[in-house]
């Protein structure tokens, strides 16, 4: 999630958005490429997540409205806190502050996304996706209680990380670092790729509840969805198992 001009988002890897600091899921110097994982039935939530968050995204952009959508559907933690606009928990998700920040988020759901999917299934999967996307914004508002609306998917598809790291660890993660002027594509365990994120994620986090440094970056709430994502896969395991 990021917080500028009075605006906190949600996203995927560090960019400009044209409206101030984004701060996305990345984090770590790989942008991953594609996993290899072959999907057991198409993703169909997954795209139309994807279909859902592009047509809302154009939508704001093209109709001149996109400050008045974020104030009356973003989710301020204050009001959430307060038992008022709990719709907005749901709403907030399909809210992009631009280009880069729909595109990564995007891209790490469509990475990610199919293979949970798969997993648990069409209809459990839109589910989880926001109930983990709604425990991402209440851990926020918790740690926040601010007024300042809060958008994006990022909450969500930390869950969707989370979940995927505890169900395909050693699945190979390929992903281009760049050094200087060289691109290299490397494959990484998602354990190592994922662990190492949600790492940056907790010391980030850490820092800024100790410094009070207002970064425009929700950390918490990618915080609370991974971990979301991550207990419910397990206890989802565990009682398939038996």
């Known amino acids: 999630m990021w917080r500028s001009s009075g605006v906190l988002i949600s996203c995927v890897t560090s960019c400009s958005a044209g409206r101030g600091k984004v ?10 490429i594609r996993d290899e994982n072959p999907r057991k039935r198409i993703p169909v939530v997954t795209i139309s997540l ?18 008045q959508l974020i104030g009356e559907y973003g989710v301020r933690p204050a009001e959430l806190l307060a038992g008022h606009g709990v719709h907005k928990v749901f709403t907030s998700m399909f809210l992009h502050g631009g280009v880069l920040h729909i595109l990564f988020n995007m891209w790490y759901l469509w990475i990610f996304g199919d293979n949970v999917e798969g997993f648990f299934g069409h209809e459990r999967y839109l589910l989880l ?11 926020h508002s918790i ?5 300042i609306p809060a958008i994006g998917a990022s909450g969500a598809i930390s869950g969707v990380l989370g979940a995927y790291m505890v169900l395909y660890p ?3 993660v390929y992903s281009a670092i ?10 990484v365990p998602a354990v190592l790729f994922l662990g190492s994120w949600f790492l940056l994620q907790a010391i980030s986090a850490s820092l800024t509840w100790m410094t009070g440094a207002a970064t425009g970056v929700a950390y918490w709430a990618h915080i609370g969805g991974f971990l979301a994502g991550a207990v419910t896969t397990l206890v989802a395991r565990r009682f398939r198992r038996e």
Do not use: E, H
């Not at 701060?23 to 110097?29: M, S």
């Not at 050094?179 to 494959?187: D, G, K, S």
């Open 23 to 32: 701060g996305f899921l990345g984090g770590i110097p790989l942008f991953p």
């Open 50 to 67: 994807i279909f859902l968050n592009v047509t809302v995204f154009l939508y704001s952009v093209l109709s001149g409205r996109f400050d």
């Open 129 to 139: 996706y926001l109930g983990w996307g709604a425990t991402a914004a209440l851990i």
């Open 143 to 147: 740690l926040d209680r601010s007024m």
């Open 170 to 172: 050693w699945a190979k």
């Open 178 to 187: 760049v050094l200087l002027y060289f691109v290299r594509i490397v494959a």
